[in-house]
């Protein structure tokens, strides 16, 4: 069974559908999608990364008994 994604990906034709990206060519278009898609995971993998580190530091409340 194949997972289904929450998010589609960028197609050249939906780059080349925005304003001042008209003219642009195939490969042009492709290089922009893939580089946003990269710069999306790198974001995505920094703030997980730093949400782990924060549960982490943060004392339980278990341990603030009174």
Known sequence: ME??????DLT????KS???FEN???EEAANIAYSLKQFSLLTYRYYTR???KEAVQEPSNSDNRT
């Open 3 to 8: 997972k289904k994604k929450d998010y589609e």
């Open 12 to 15: 050249i034709e939906k780059v």
């Open 18 to 20: 925005f304003k001042g």
């Open 24 to 26: 642009i060519s195939d």
């Open 50 to 52: 730093q949400k782990q």
